[in-house]
């Protein structure tokens, strides 16, 4: 018998890469020989998970149609094995395997694709919690509004491409225009995503509304988001965009970096 870490190897191995050999004297054939019986663990786990990654990208899937998705599924699988035991982790990787995988090389635009949905599926299925109630806000002496931080709702997530993968996936969504042409040169899209109710939202932003939200989601002081932004447009609106995210729920809590 092989040792417990050489027989899960050697399992793993046989699963993802079809060498049975070292398995096959351990595995009793018991009227059906040792590969066929493999071939059925083999099945169900690419099965199980071409199935989890599906579900995760389904508009890649509907963009480069099924038979290829499953393709690609199975050679993303061989190369990215599950490293957790939850479904719904897995495939965060799909769009950069996506970026370097050479049949979707000329579909530039894809592996964009791929990390909008991961967003999705990543502000889906994050923790729940209360939002930030304005009134602590509004309680606030206005003197210390320079070095207040943010943390943001857990299932706050910013995206940015310069394709519009944002239309790509509404158009795609049930309902949508899937007749309607979509110029990819038309220009990208910056977007806070998040969830309300179950129900998955899109923020669209602006350049200098992104780089504050952003610098807030990551920590930083509200002064210095607020520079960053100015940065990119002198006429930003600090507050029209800080009473948006506060009325939306963008923010979790709230901290004085100075106390």
Not at 68 to 89: D, K, S, T, W
Not at 174 to 187: A, H, N, R
């Amino acid at each position: 018998m092989l040792p417990l870490r050489d027989l899960q190897g050697a399992m793993a191995a046989s699963v993802l890469q079809g060498t049975d050999a070292p398995l096959a004297p351990v595995v009793r054939a018991d009227g059906i020989a040792v590969d066929g019986r493999l071939q059925v663990y083999r099945n169900n786990t690419f099965s199980s998970l071409t199935a989890a990654l599906k579900d995760s990208f389904p508009v890649v899937c509907q963009l480069v149609d099924e038979r290829f998705f499953g393709y690609a599924a199975q050679e993303y699988i061989r190369a990215n094995p599950p490293l957790a035991p939850r479904l719904a982790e897995y495939g965060g990787d799909v769009a950069a395997f996506l970026g370097g995988f050479e049949p979707v090389r000329h579909l530039a635009y894809l592996p964009d694709v791929a990390r909008l949905e991961w967003a999705v599926n990543a502000a889906y299925h994050a923790a729940d919690a209360a939002t930030l109630d304005p009134a602590r806000i509004a309680a606030v002496p206005q003197e210390r509004y320079p070095v207040l931080t943010f943390t943001g709702h857990p299932s706050v997530q910013l995206f940015a491409s310069e394709f519009p993968v944002d239309r790509i996936w509404q158009a795609h969504q049930p309902g949508g225009d899937l007749e309607g042409k979509i110029d990819l040169s038309s220009g990208g899209c910056r977007l806070l995503i998040d969830r309300h109710d179950q129900d998955i939202r899109f923020l669209t932003l602006d350049a200098a509304g992104f780089a504050l939200a952003a610098a807030l989601c990551g920590g930083h002081p509200l002064q210095e988001a607020y520079e960053k932004a100015a940065a990119i447009d002198g006429a930003f609106d600090l507050i029209a965009a800080l009473s948006t995210h506060l009325a939306r729920g963008t923010f979790a809590d709230f901290a004085d970096s100075a106390a």
